[in-house]
């Protein structure tokens, strides 16, 4: 350095330099890139860990193994007109379901909402399925609701068993009418053998006593004769 002039200076000990270390503790460098959250430039996973693995998987859980994605039948949109179902308990011919089956309510066809049943992540082991209504006001539409549950409606509900890759419809121990922020509790969801021994199935006992309708192949009522007599000749 000249005469007179300060020493050297700066993190490159240069005449006149005024370069400092980054936050890398590079001289006069530009420190952790703005994508990146370290100074090798790794980035954050889904998890927020920088440097980390995790990814979102196909149910959108980060981390997670696409294994709590809903049934193909049992996905829905919310609304801003809820409710909750509260079931005690949720089987299938009497045996508890487990804890990746699933749950869904329906409005006709219209799958209103649905919950996986895993029982340990519910309040006191005493789990719910959501019910949504149709929604929307003059200010804000919800078009996507269109064939939710109306007040007075009564949901039916299906469960999804994981294990046979089969939808059952199950009967609730209590039909409820629906209406926005409803909690009722229930005791039972439950798949019941029809008459023809189908789980859920439709079939049901005719006039006559004969099982007819869903599987078994018989047409309801086809034994009555013109006289309106079961097994009649006439």
């Not at 980035?43 to 990814?55: F, I, M, S």
Request: proline share 3%; with cysteine.
């Amino acid at each position: 350095c000249g005469c007179g002039e300060a020493g050297p200076s700066g993190c490159d000990e240069t005449c006149g330099s005024t370069l400092e270390n980054d936050a890398c503790g590079v001289c006069g460098g530009d420190g952790i890139a703005d994508d990146a959250c370290d100074c090798d430039g790794n980035v954050e996973d889904c998890a927020g860990v920088c440097g980390g693995d995790a990814v979102v998987d196909g149910c959108d859980i980060c981390g997670g193994d696409n294994s709590t994605c809903a049934p193909d039948l049992f996905n829905y949109s919310q609304s801003s007109q809820q409710a909750y179902y509260f079931f005690y308990s949720a089987t299938i011919d009497g045996i508890a379901v487990e804890s990746d089956d699933w749950v869904g309510a329906f409005n006709g066809e219209v799958c209103v909402g649905a919950r996986q049943w895993d029982t340990s992540l519910c309040g006191s082991g005493v789990c719910d399925v959501p019910v949504m209504g149709e929604g929307g006001t003059d200010d804000f539409e919800e078009p996507w609701t269109e064939g939710y549950m109306q007040p007075g409606d009564i949901p039916t509900f299906k469960i999804f068993d994981a294990s046979a890759n089969t939808y059952y419809n199950a009967v609730a121990s209590e039909d409820v009418p629906w209406f926005n922020l409803a909690q009722p509790d229930i005791d039972n969801l439950n798949v019941f053998q029809d008459c023809n021994s189908d789980l859920g199935g439709d079939a049901a006992e005719d006039s006559c006593g004969v099982c007819s309708g869903g599987n078994s192949g018989h047409e309801a009522d086809s034994d009555i004769d013109d006289c309106g007599v079961c097994f009649g000749g006439n």
